[in-house]
């Protein structure tokens, strides 16, 4: 039934489409229509990136693209969109680690909790062998292509319970996304991993159904995660990037000149969206710790240190190039 009402939702706003595959007519040029889905909430840094995609494309293009955005989850979960893009029910997305955990898990380190200590080392790993690996994985495994990544800023723990140090995760119910390595690491020090829709988080942590999540700050703020979890844990254990891709059929059946146009205006996009993230996240803090909001700061060494364990433990299930180069990173901490 979801599904239905999906479709009928894109096909009442996409009136102008007449054909299969995203693509249309109007005023004698061909018109390549794409519905967007985003999972994320409206008023984030990654939303405010789409929105410039969106206008700066469909003005660049001189009216042969238009973009349809659908935050808020509007047409589904980021496990239903993967699904969409997957086979063309839409023609892009936007998605966190839940792309590659899905499709690339045994060759993107940079999904492992606590390996890696900034955005910069994020990027290296991308842009490496490993990115080329990642990117034929997802091509292959999920028909799709990465056109562009953005940042969404460390990731950080949240919960209703002080938590200082390491042994403070024993035992503690925190709410995940569906990833191995994730439940793995998070396992491995002491708390119980629950998968949980990001639309059902807000009343599972009101209800005490989880005690905890973890999500950049931006995700905290748009969700008023801070209104049943009021300690903010500063473990900045992932440097998570958000993936932008597109449909690899309706990609390859665009004119050459417009599959350019659409990668260099995601990546522009993408890259504004970095260029801004450190003041939105500044400014977020700022007004959560005027709200009574309490930041706890932590020795993160510490925890990287308690997490080596299930880290290796993840190193196991990957490609073997992949996991000389984790093990090298650990034994380099």
Do not use: C
Not at 27 to 48: A, L, R
Not at 180 to 190: C, E, K, N, Y
Not at 261 to 270: D, H, I, K, P, S
């Amino acid at each position: 039934m979801k599904k239905l009402i999906v479709i009928a939702m894109i096909a009442l706003i996409s009136l102008s489409v007449v054909t299969a595959g995203g693509q249309g007519e109007a005023s004698g040029k061909k018109v390549y229509e794409i519905n967007f889905g985003i999972h994320t909430s409206s008023g984030s840094n990654e939303v405010y990136a789409l929105e410039r995609f969106k206008e700066n494309l469909e003005a660049a293009s001189d009216g042969q693209f238009s973009v349809k955005l659908f935050p808020n989850a509007a047409l589904g979960s980021e496990l239903e969109n993967l699904e969409q893009v997957k086979t063309g029910e839409i023609q892009m997305a936007i998605f966190g680690d839940n792309l590659t955990g899905q499709l690339a898990a045994r060759y993107d380190s940079t999904i492992i909790p606590f390996l890696y200590e900034s955005l910069q080392d994020t990027y290296d790993v991308l842009e490496s062998d490993i990115g080329e690996m990642i990117n034929n994985a997802v091509l292959q495994n999920g028909n799709q292509i990465i056109v562009a990544y953005q940042s969404r800023g460390a990731r950080n723990l949240t919960t209703s319970r002080n938590v200082t140090k390491p042994s403070d995760i024993a035992g503690l119910k925190l709410r995940i996304p569906e990833i191995a390595s994730w439940v793995t690491v998070w396992r491995s020090l002491g708390a119980n991993p629950t998968p949980i829709a990001l639309a059902e988080v807000y009343s599972a942590l009101q209800t005490g159904v989880v005690d905890g999540q973890e999500n950049p700050f931006d995700l905290i703020n748009t969700n008023k995660f801070y209104e049943v979890n009021n300690n903010i844990v500063l473990t900045q254990h992932l440097w998570g990037v958000f993936k932008w891709t597109i449909n690899a059929d309706f990609y390859n059946n665009l004119p050459e000149d417009l599959k350019d146009l659409l990668v260099e205006t995601a990546r522009e996009a993408a890259a504004w969206g970095d260029e801004r993230i450190q003041q939105h996240e500044d400014n977020i803090r700022a007004n959560l710790e005027s709200m009574g909001v309490n930041f706890v700061d932590v020795d993160k060494s510490a925890f990287q240190s308690a997490a080596a364990p299930g880290i290796r433990a993840v190193a196991e299930t990957m490609d073997p190039a992949v996991k000389e180069k984790i093990l090298a990173v650990l034994g380099a901490k």
